[in-house]
C-alpha cells in the first residue's frame, strides 16, 4: 500500500485561520498545482486527485475557501463575491511563498481560476478553469436571495442530492454518482448559497482579453447547469486559451473520473509546449 503524506497547515489569513492541504511529491517536477473547489463544498473533492497528481511529480494545494471545510468564515460573514476568495489566494500563496503556480478550479472555482488569471495573471503559470462560465449563467440572482430566507429548511438537503446526481455525468457509475450526491449534502446552504450569488454577480468576460498566462477552458457534455458553447467562446476570448470538450461527464470532472490526474497533467503538458 502507498503512503501519502499530506501537510495541513493552519494560515493566518485575513485575520482569520485558513486551512489548506498541501502534498509534496518524492521526486518533483517542479510546477506546484492550486485546486479550487465548486460552491459549499471543500478541498475533500480533490482527495483522490490530490494523491494521483502529487505521484506524478506535483506539488498539490488544496485549499479550503473561507466559511468552507476547515477554514473559519471571512469577517464580513459568507462571501458574496468571488474576488474576494480570489484575493484571498492570492494572499495564502504569498504567505506559502509559492510563485508561478497553476490554479485548476471547478465550478466557481473554475471562475475564481478564471480571475486569478485576468487579474494576477503574470503571477501565474498556467490555469485551468472546469465548468464555469465567464458571464452570470443561468443563476436567477433574485430567486438566491430568496433562497437564503430558508437556507436552512429541511428540504434544502434533497435538493442538494438531487441536483447533484441530475449533473453527474452518464459515464459515471450509479454508486460512484450517488457518493459524489451524498457528499455535497454536506454543505452550509448559507455559503453554497452566496456562492451561488457571488457566481451571479460576477462577470469576468471582459477581462478574458486581459489573460496573460495560458489557460484550458473545460466543460461536460452532461453539466446541466453550464452551457458548453459559452465556455468554448471564453477561450476563444482568452489571448492563449483553449477549450475541451468531455464526453460523457458532468459538473465535477475531479470527483467523476478515474483518470482525472493524467487527463489533467496532458492538458497542463499541451500548455506547456505550445508557449512559444
Not at 50 to 76: N, T
Not at 149 to 162: G, I, K, M, Q, V
Amino acid at each position: 500500500m502507498t503512503v501519502h503524506t499530506v501537510t495541513a497547515h493552519h494560515l493566518v489569513l485575513h485575520d482569520r485561520i485558513g486551512f489548506v492541504q498541501d502534498a509534496t511529491p518524492r521526486e518533483p517536477n517542479g510546477t506546484t498545482l492550486v485546486l479550487v473547489h465548486t460552491a459549499g463544498q471543500s478541498g475533500v473533492q480533490w482527495r483522490h486527485a490530490l494523491r494521483s497528481l502529487s505521484e506524478l511529480g506535483y506539488r498539490v494545494l488544496v485549499p479550503d475557501l473561507p466559511g468552507h471545510g476547515h477554514s473559519e468564515p471571512a469577517p464580513g460573514g459568507a462571501v458574496r463575491d468571488l474576488r474576494e476568495y480570489a484575493d484571498w489566494l492570492v494572499r495564502l500563496l504569498e504567505v506559502l511563498e509559492v510563485t508561478r503556480p497553476v490554479v485548476v478550479g471547478c465550478s466557481i472555482g473554475g471562475k475564481i481560476a478564471q480571475d486569478l488569471a485576468a487579474r494576477y495573471g503574470d503571477r501565474l503559470d498556467a490555469a485551468v478553469s472546469m465548468c464555469a462560465e465567464s458571464g452570470p449563467g443561468r443563476v436567477q440572482l433574485h430567486a438566491l436571495e430568496r433562497e437564503l430566507e430558508d437556507s436552512a429548511a429541511a428540504a434544502r438537503a434533497d435538493r442538494t442530492h438531487l441536483g447533484t446526481r441530475a449533473v453527474v455525468g452518464r459515464r459515471v457509475a450509479r454508486g460512484r454518482a450517488e457518493l459524489i450526491a451524498r457528499m455535497h449534502c454536506r454543505e452550509d446552504p448559507l455559503v453554497s448559497t452566496s456562492d451561488l450569488i457571488g457566481w451571479g454577480a460576477h462577470d469576468v468576460r471582459p477581462l478574458l482579453p486581459r489573460i496573460p498566462c495560458p489557460i484550458t477552458f473545460v466543460a461536460g457534455e452532461d453539466d446541466l447547469w453550464v452551457d458548453a458553447r459559452s465556455v468554448a467562446e471564453s477561450a476563444r476570448q482568452a489571448p492563449d486559451g483553449r477549450f475541451v470538450l468531455l464526453p460523457g461527464y458532468g459538473h465535477y470532472p475531479m470527483e467523476e473520473m478515474d483518470d482525472f490526474a493524467k487527463v489533467l497533467d496532458g492538458w497542463l503538458g499541451e500548455m506547456k509546449e505550445g508557449r512559444p
